[in-house]
């Protein structure tokens, strides 16, 4: 259960979101300069303002590919956070993240239907920026996502929110037996293309995407900010806000909505992210001592996209000639973060 607790040292926070936001910056510099192939900050600079003195090569690597995945990275890591903050509030749930409701289920179903049934042999997102078979994959995965989204919100309006919690575990088991009954009857070649997309990948957003991405992401968190009051008075149970005069089935499914968007756009666009979503907020906790959300919000997303640009970086192994699944290192780096904070963390029960 979650309780509300203040800061011992609110005065702290300025630097504590400055020191964030410095790692955050220097994180975002790194994943432009290393890869496979390295840049200097000088020759980011002189890419960006289109100097003659870099070679044509190396600012389309720059300007079409780094920094686009590198804005992805953090626009991911900053929506999955939130979500993870606003349904772990929702549910008083410690363990909840983005996909508890099914968004990765459902945009799995849809991806699996295209590539084990209708694709042609070989589509991936890896097939270029541009490509058709990459809008295709998005708006499965998209519309995979929406729809089941769209089940449990509207579900979520006639139960209580501990049966809204188990409705979406159960839609999860249920769409990922059809997805394995897919992955059985499939040919080798679209098995092959369905687990590279469930690997992650934050390449797969270009320029001319990037408006219809950082558009739904942002909504998404403007609409969860909104309601900052009540998910603080969420902390302390439904009876006691409504006893405030919170409409706490009407904030809660909004705030689910905010929630859901934010993490099904990026499943649609990147793939399944998992694990950034419990450990963002988690971390958040720590380190700022509360629970109030007008803190725990922005930190969230901040420290969201500063674990997701790690991962990015480490995923792309700099000075490699190969990229390991994205999934995997936020695994390694979602899962002795939330292991730590619960074990250090000696006043949990204040905060859970």
Same mark, same amino acid.
Not at 41 to 48: D, G, K
């Given at each position: 259960?979650?309780?509300?607790?203040?800061?011992?040292?609110?005065?702290?926070?300025?630097?504590?979101?400055?020191?964030?936001?410095?790692?955050?910056?220097?994180?975002?510099?790194?994943?432009?300069?290393?890869?496979?192939?390295?840049?200097?900050?000088?020759?980011?600079?002189?890419?960006?303002?289109?100097?003659?003195?870099?070679?044509?090569?190396?600012?389309?690597?720059?300007?079409?590919?780094? %920094?686009?995945?590198?804005?992805?990275?953090?626009?991911?890591?900053?929506?999955?956070?939130?979500?993870?903050?606003?349904?772990?509030?929702?549910?008083?749930?410690?363990?909840?993240?983005?996909?508890?409701?099914?968004?990765?289920?459902?945009?799995?179903?849809?991806?699996?239907?295209?590539?084990?049934?209708?694709?042609?042999?070989?589509?991936?997102?890896?097939?270029?920026?541009?490509?058709?078979?990459?809008?295709?994959?998005?708006?499965?995965?998209?519309?995979?996502?929406?729809?089941?989204?769209?089940?449990?919100?509207?579900?979520?309006?006639?139960?209580?929110?501990?049966?809204?919690?188990?409705?979406?575990?159960?839609?999860?088991?249920?769409?990922?037996?059809?997805?394995?009954?897919?992955?059985?009857?499939?040919?080798?070649?679209?098995?092959?293309?369905?687990?590279?997309?469930?690997?992650?990948?934050?390449?797969?957003?270009?320029?001319?995407?990037?408006?219809?991405?950082?558009?739904?992401? %942002?909504?998404?968190?403007?609409?969860?900010?909104?309601?900052?009051?009540?998910?603080?008075?969420?902390?302390?149970?439904?009876?006691?806000?409504?006893?405030?005069?919170?409409?706490?089935?009407?904030?809660?499914?909004?705030?689910?909505?905010?929630?859901?968007?934010?993490?099904?756009?990026?499943?649609?666009?990147?793939?399944?992210?998992?694990?950034?979503?419990?450990?963002?907020?988690?971390?958040?906790?720590?380190?700022?001592?509360?629970?109030?959300?007008?803190?725990?919000?922005?930190?969230?997303?901040?420290?969201?996209?500063?674990?997701?640009?790690?991962?990015?970086?480490?995923?792309?192994?700099?000075?490699?000639?190969?990229?390991?699944?994205?999934?995997?290192?936020?695994?390694?780096?979602?899962?002795?973060?939330?292991?730590?904070?619960?074990?250090?963390?000696?006043?949990?029960?204040? %905060?859970?």
């Amino acid at each position: 259960m979650i309780t509300t607790a203040t800061s011992p040292g609110p005065s702290r926070r300025p630097i504590l979101f400055l020191l964030i936001g410095l790692g955050l910056a220097t994180t975002a510099l790194l994943s432009i300069c290393l890869g496979s192939v390295h840049f200097t900050p000088l020759q980011i600079l002189q890419a960006l303002i289109g100097s003659e003195s870099i070679h044509p090569v190396h600012q389309q690597i720059i300007v079409d590919f780094r %920094l686009p995945q590198m804005l992805t990275a953090l626009l991911a890591g900053g929506a999955l956070g939130m979500a993870g903050l606003l349904m772990q509030t929702v549910f008083r749930n410690p363990l909840a993240d983005p996909f508890v409701l099914g968004v990765n289920s459902g945009a799995s179903l849809g991806v699996a239907i295209v590539l084990l049934s209708l694709g042609p042999v070989g589509l991936s997102l890896t097939g270029g920026l541009a490509g058709s078979g990459q809008v295709l994959l998005i708006l499965a995965s998209s519309g995979g996502a929406a729809a089941t989204l769209f089940v449990v919100l509207l579900l979520s309006r006639r139960v209580d929110i501990m049966s809204v919690l188990i409705i979406g575990l159960m839609i999860s088991y249920a769409i990922g037996a059809l997805v394995s009954i897919l992955m059985f009857f499939s040919m080798a070649e679209r098995l092959q293309s369905f687990i590279n997309w469930s690997f992650g990948d934050y390449g797969n957003v270009s320029w001319q995407q990037m408006p219809y991405f950082a558009s739904a992401i %942002l909504g998404g968190m403007v609409l969860g900010a909104l309601f900052v009051k009540p998910l603080d008075a969420l902390l302390l149970g439904e009876r006691y806000a409504e006893s405030m005069g919170t409409p706490t089935k009407q904030v809660r499914f909004f705030v689910l909505l905010g929630a859901s968007l934010l993490a099904g756009t990026v499943t649609g666009f990147c793939g399944p992210i998992g694990f950034l979503g419990i450990a963002a907020p988690h971390l958040c906790r720590a380190i700022f001592q509360t629970t109030r959300h007008r803190v725990l919000i922005p930190a969230s997303i901040l420290v969201g996209a500063l674990l997701s640009a790690l991962a990015d970086l480490v995923a792309r192994g700099p000075g490699l000639d190969f990229v390991l699944p994205l999934n995997a290192i936020t695994a390694l780096v979602g899962a002795p973060v939330i292991i730590a904070v619960l074990v250090r963390q000696r006043k949990l029960k204040r %905060l859970f």
